[in-house]
């Protein structure tokens, strides 16, 4: 979803605009006015990462513009420039901003093995498309406190034993964010089995054959399905 947001300032007097706080875009036309009255001075289109000018108008004096521009993806802001430029002189910049959150999707979606393993994550958005993506394995279903950002649409590998929940955040370029989370990962590297009332951990089994011990691979059948377990 987006909505249609203006940028306008009237009476300019070497006008600039806070970048912080000023406007994103993305792969789209933007529509611009200005009306300088009683000077000359220009209108910028700039990059907020390094402030590089993508595109420029100079308004004569008494002039005005009337034009579109279509801005690459990423952030920019809106900048004007003007020398003593009279009441009712005015800049406007009107664009459509996207305020739809992100998707997030699980590969799968929950597993249970004995072997480290992977979950893809991809997070997606058809407006301003995705900037940014961080994931934290919990233990629980909790928001997570910290985060660590990851490729979008690579595996993230589960290498912790347990019951283990997996949360993914995502940024569209417009700001908008995501928080989803997947789960139950359960990771069980090692057997145990109970001797005298003690569980052990065993780290192989072995079978005595022909007067020899020989070490075997045991699997266990769940679900209709042999998984190894050691």
């Not at 006015?33 to 289109?45: L, Q, T, V």
């Amino acid at each position: 979803m987006s909505e249609t947001t203006v940028i306008y300032h009237d009476e300019l007097d070497i006008e600039t605009y806070d970048k912080t706080n000023n406007f994103t875009v993305f792969n789209q036309t933007i529509s611009i006015e200005a009306y300088y009255k009683g000077d000359d001075g220009y209108i910028y289109i700039k990059k907020q990462s390094d402030d590089t000018i993508v595109e420029s108008w100079r308004v004569s004096e008494d002039g005005t513009i009337n034009t579109t521009y279509t801005i690459p993806e990423g952030k920019y802001y809106f900048q004007t420039n003007a020398n003593n430029v009279l009441s009712g002189s005015y800049a406007q910049l009107t664009y459509e901003k996207d305020v739809t959150e992100p998707s997030i999707s699980f590969s799968p979606t929950s597993k249970d093995d004995n072997e480290p393993f992977d979950v893809t994550v991809t997070a997606s958005d058809s407006e301003s498309t995705i900037e940014n993506t961080w994931y934290s394995w919990e233990t629980e279903v909790t928001t997570p406190s910290s985060w660590t950002s990851f490729t979008n649409g690579t595996g993230i590998t589960l290498d912790q034993e347990g019951e283990n929940y997996l949360y993914a955040k995502a940024e569209d370029f417009s700001g908008n964010t995501k928080i989803d989370y997947s789960g139950k990962y359960i990771l069980t590297k090692d057997l145990f089995v109970m001797v005298n009332g003690t569980w052990l951990d065993a780290k192989g089994i072995y079978v005595k054959e022909s007067g020899v011990w020989d070490e075997k691979e045991l699997y266990l059948k769940v679900n209709d399905t042999w998984t190894k377990k050691v």
